[in-house]
T-cell receptor, first 114, second 116 residues
């Protein structure tokens, strides 16, 4: 079965702290894609990253970094030096080889306190 | 980059009326579009999958007669909430996949529906 688990429902950090959002997935596909999306209070889903199952290289984009570990089926997201504008709900998602099924985690609500 | 436009952003309607939400792919052809519903502080729930020129596939528990989906062209899908009731109030988001295998999903900005 395909499943995405985001165990952290809500996280609060003080501005400038680093924060890691956890994502654990389950899939029977050998080829799959993992995603992170940001949903600010305005509601739109902002695409952050897509990673395919054959690429375990960690990625850094500015203050954002992602750690993909197939051995533990995890795709964690770290925000360095958090800012108030990072406050949002973050969703981890999984899709199979095609794009016909997209599985969202339940989301982690991040609040960055100034 | 690819953009999906969803309209309207928000709508308030009276019980019993119907509301149409449009989802357009602006710079790519979307062979498949998806409609999601999101309740407050919850994740996105897939309602249905629509393929251009064919009937939509609805997820279990979603009333197809209540949530009419039409995907008449490669750039437009519409969701019509018929005879809306207050419990239909929610945030609806569409997404679209391109025509090539493994095209990434692009999401619209969502529509907040309030039924009074």
């Amino acid at each position: 079965a395909q499943k995405v688990t985001q165990a952290q429902t809500e996280i609060s950090v003080v501005e400038k702290e680093d924060v890691t959002l956890d994502c654990v997935y389950e899939t029977r596909d050998t080829t799959y894609y993992l995603f992170w999306y940001k949903q600010p209070p305005s509601g739109e889903l902002v695409f952050l990253i897509r990673r395919n199952s054959f690429d375990e290289q960690n990625e850094i984009s500015g203050r954002y970094s992602w750690n993909f570990q197939k051995s533990t089926s995890s795709f964690n997201f770290t925000i360095t030096a958090s800012q108030v504008v990072d406050s949002a709900v973050y969703f981890c998602a999984l899709s199979g080889p095609g794009s016909d099924q997209f599985y969202f985690g339940t989301g982690t609500s991040l609040t960055v306190i100034p | 980059g690819a953009v999906v436009s969803q309209h309207p952003s928000w709508v308030i309607c009276k019980s019993g009326t119907s509301v149409k939400i449009e989802c357009r792919s602006l710079d790519f052809q979307a062979t498949t579009m998806f409609w999601y519903r999101q309740f407050p502080k919850q994740s996105l729930m897939l309602m249905a999958t629509s393929n251009e020129g064919s009937k939509a596939t609805y997820e279990q528990g979603v009333e197809k007669d209540k949530f009419l989906i039409n995907h008449a062209s490669l750039t437009l899908s519409t969701l019509t909430v018929t005879s809306a009731h207050p419990e239909d109030s929610s945030f609806y988001i569409c997404s679209a996949a391109g025509s090539s295998y493994n095209s990434p999903l692009h999401f619209g900005n969502g529509t907040r529906l309030t039924v009074t």
